[in-house]
């Protein structure tokens, strides 16, 4: 009894021993950045290889930038101007990871549907504090909406793969999204254009929708829509009469 009862407390001596050579590893506390300092980690991470993609397309940081999104195929194409042309050239298609609700323009607070329409983002739009990480506001309700009484607000492209009325993206694809749009707002460009729209309005997707009950409202969009297919270039936008006109000068 007495060697047993020795060993016992020899035994419990080496882990005691043991744990003192190899103590528990301290895990470092998460940093998290707020507002600008957020962005700016952020840039730091994401330039370098923007910059270097940019450069073998011919296009550059800070130019203007132009945003189309897609409900039903959950995409969103980002163009920047090209200096040699002046037209808006595609750099990247983003999967959209949430966009919750279905293909229809948002009509109220609450419905938790992405509205459908032209949009645009001054700097007071962006939001690097933002609870999804990065976003901006797209500015829903426009003219438009308001002309039809739509109701709601905060509408934001933003991070962290959640939506509700919004469109989510991952971290990663919203930091390289909002680093190219303060970067051109940076340079000088005073507001940037986001276009919603529920599908590629091409002729054949558009004769699939003759039916639906939005169909006089899809039509009015795909005027704004072939406008950027012919010019490559985003079409001024007004309100005339309750619905969206596209004057033939652009100054843009």
């Known amino acids: 009894m ?47 290889d923007l910059e270097r993609d940019l450069a073998r397309v011919g296009l550059h940081l800070g130019d203007p930038v132009f945003i189309r999104a897609f409900k039903e195929e959950k995409l969103l194409d980002f163009f920047i101007r090209n200096r040699a042309t002046g037209k808006f050239d595609l750099f990247r298609t983003y999967p959209i990871v949430a966009a919750s609700g279905g293909l229809g323009p948002k009509l109220a607070a609450g419905d938790r549907q992405v509205p459908e329409g032209f949009y645009v983002v001054p700097p007071a739009a962006m939001n690097p504090d933002s609870r999804f990480h990065l ?47 303060a970067a051109a707002q940076a340079a000088g460009q005073g507001f940037f254009c986001v276009h919603l729209f529920p599908f590629r309005m091409t ?16 039509q009015n969009l795909k005027e704004g829509y072939d406008f950027f297919e012919k010019d490559r270039i985003p079409p001024q936008t007004l309100v005339v009469d309750g619905r969206y006109h596209f004057p033939v000068a652009n100054d843009r």
């Open 135 to 181: 976003a901006f506001n797209i500015g829903y309700p426009n003219e438009f909406d308001r002309a039809h009484h739509r109701t709601g607000s905060a509408i934001m492209v933003h991070g962290d793969r959640k939506s509700i009325g919004c469109l989510a993206m991952t971290d990663e694809k919203i930091e390289e999204i909002y680093t190219l749009c």
């Open 2 to 48: 007495k060697f047993a009862l020795v060993m016992s407390l020899l035994a419990l001596v080496l882990v005691s021993c043991e744990k003192k050579k190899h103590p528990a590893a301290v895990v470092p506390e998460k940093i998290i950045l707020h507002g600008q300092e957020r962005a700016d980690a952020a840039a730091a991470r994401v330039r370098p």
């Open 203 to 218: 002729v054949e997707r558009m004769e699939i929708a003759t039916k639906s009950s939005n169909f006089a409202f899809w």
